[in-house]
């Protein structure tokens, strides 16, 4: 009877263990939240930019400001669109450079991209992307300072390679937190043809080029908690302050917006996708040969 009893409580141990698991199973899956949109939306104005190009702005207003400040030959725009769905291309991104001068002449010493979200949803800035070569070069205390004036001092990691990376939220309050992990994925589709709408990259959503957007949420939730995270690099970086620098790379993100589109961008896709499908199903019963 003993062994039995044993036994029995092993079952129930084990029973208990399993529904536990998959409670914590559910748990996770509840708590991973897509974070939601500010009331009133985004206000580009109060989050971070680059060169006057913050984060949440329209196409039109960042096309505005890069047209304003890099060569026209010098810009180019990158389309994509649905595969299976009727909308005209959409602008992914538009990159920019500005070439040095006299013996750099034929160098690029300034190099921008600008990445927009996919509709749906209205488009805005959630990714930016700047490289700036300094002629001539500056002290890095000179440059963080810089930095440090313009994103703020709550700084979430500086490192002995003088990293520098900030936290915001949605409002544009900086949100540090001690030991933090910085996020620096992107969920945005790629897929991309510069030069014109005619050469606009191919977007297709659903099997068998991916799994049902549905069954990834909680996974894209979890792979990155941040807000806003500003990250940059500065090369050379040694612990002296009055070292000369003369490169600098920054690079932005929006990870709630990116996400929150992303998501939307998937399932439209998907539909899109189905309908084709079913479609051409439709068609294809339509023209079949009779019954004999």
Not at 135 to 141: M, V
Not at 147 to 159: A, D, N, R
Not at 189 to 204: I, K, T, W
């Amino acid at each position: 009877m003993r062994f039995t009893f044993l036994r029995g409580v092993g079952i129930v141990l084990a029973v208990l263990l399993v529904a536990v698991s998959f409670a914590g199973m559910d748990g996770a899956q509840q708590t991973a939240q897509v974070p939601a949109a500010p009331a009133g939306g985004l206000d580009s104005s109060k989050l971070p930019d680059v060169l006057g190009i913050h984060l949440g702005m329209t196409v039109p207003q960042a096309l505005a400001i890069v047209k304003a400040k890099y060569p026209a030959n010098l810009i180019t725009l990158s389309y994509t669109k649905f595969k299976d769905a009727p909308d005209a291309p959409w602008i992914a991104r538009v990159a920019a450079k500005q070439m040095g001068a006299g013996l750099n002449s034929a160098n690029s010493v300034d190099d921008i991209t600008v990445t927009f979200s996919a509709p749906p949803n209205p488009q805005v800035v959630v990714k930016i992307d700047r490289a700036v070569q300094m002629i001539p070069p500056t002290t890095i205390g000179n440059l963080e300072a810089s930095l440090i004036q313009k994103y703020g001092p709550s700084l979430v990691q500086k490192t002995i390679h003088t990293n520098l990376s900030w936290e915001f939220d949605e409002q544009g309050k900086g949100t540090p937190v001690p030991g933090s992990y910085i996020c620096t994925s992107f969920n945005q589709p790629a897929q991309a043809g510069a030069g014109s709408p005619a050469n606009a990259g191919e977007l297709q959503f659903g099997p068998p080029m991916s799994q049902p957007i549905e069954g990834q949420i909680t996974r894209l939730v979890n792979m990155c908690h941040d807000q806003i995270t500003v990250t940059t690099l500065l090369d050379p970086a040694p612990a002296n302050p009055n070292q000369l620098v003369s490169t600098l790379t920054v690079t932005m993100i929006e990870h709630a917006e990116d996400l929150r589109d992303y998501i939307a961008t998937a399932k439209y896709g998907e539909n899109a996708a189905a309908a084709a499908a079913d479609a051409a199903k439709q068609k294809l019963q339509k023209n079949a040969a009779p019954k004999l």
